[in-house]
């Protein structure tokens, strides 16, 4: 009796070992460095360590007026930001048209963001120096791009009879005194816009032997032209291009 229950409490001892070696190795053993508790009513004492706090980035000094923007000290609040514009209302882009032809050239700025009066009469009159200067020189290449194709049609039928004829333009383009706007149309998206040009010139018309066929090499004349110039105002391409031709002379 006494062998059996010897027997059986060295096999009960043994499971025992066993076991609390089982959960030693699960549950490990303290070190002294484990972490305290977590208190969630307690403030950062001591060195303050505390994993629900996260700690933010010093702000960086704001740019003195003489601190260049490549400082790495300074720290824009607002990147990528762009300079801040004011555009001008179409009304201001076109204030410099006649008052007959206001309203539709207001329409026209509305439509088209990028159309001024003012850039615009500066670009028809660097194109009526060129498309005249072009025309008298017989140089189509240079024509081309600024006529709409019935003018060029016009035009290079008027060079190929001169050309025919063996004669040629003398021409002295002295400038222009003038150029105002005096008629507006806007058409779906199409505007066209109508200037009277008046400007300063010699010009004659020589044959091959060089005589003078027509006009006078001298004589300063004063022209006036009509031109009407027309463009898509929903095309990405900003050019004008001549459409109409008109004279007093």
């Known amino acids: 009796m006494d062998e059996g229950v010897t027997l059986l409490n060295i096999i009960l001892m043994v499971i025992a070992v066993g076991v609390f070696l089982k959960l030693r190795s699960v549950l490990g053993r303290r070190t002294g460095h484990e972490r305290p508790p977590y208190d969630p009513y307690g403030g950062a004492e001591g060195s303050g360590e505390n994993d629900k706090i996260v700690s933010l980035p010093q702000r960086k000094p704001a740019r003195s007026a003489d601190q260049d923007f490549d400082d790495d000290s300074f720290v824009d609040p607002y990147p990528k930001r762009f300079p801040y514009v004011v555009e001008e209302t179409p009304d201001k882009r076109v204030e410099k048209a006649p008052a007959s032809l206001k309203q539709v050239m ?28 072009a025309f008298a020189d017989g140089d189509r290449k240079q024509l081309q791009p600024l006529l709409s194709p019935e003018v060029y049609k016009s035009f290079e039928a008027a060079i190929s009879d001169r050309e025919a004829k063996g004669q040629r333009i003398e021409q002295s383009f002295i400038g222009i005194n003038k150029a105002e706007l005096v008629d507006a149309k806007l058409t779906g998206n199409m505007a066209r816009l109508t200037i009277k040009f008046i400007s300063e010139l010699t010009s004659s018309t020589r044959t091959e032997d060089g005589v003078v066929v027509e006009g006078d090499p001298v004589t300063v004349r004063t022209v006036t032209d009509y031109w009407t110039f027309e463009r ?8 004008w291009r001549l459409v109409a031709t008109g004279s007093d002379n």
Do not use: Q
């Open 232 to 239: 898509d105002i929903k095309s990405s391409d900003p050019n």
């Open 106 to 133: 207001t329409e026209i700025a509305i439509a088209d963001r990028n159309f001024d009066m003012d850039g615009f009469l500066s670009g028809a009159r660097m194109a009526y120096e060129m498309i005249v200067t």
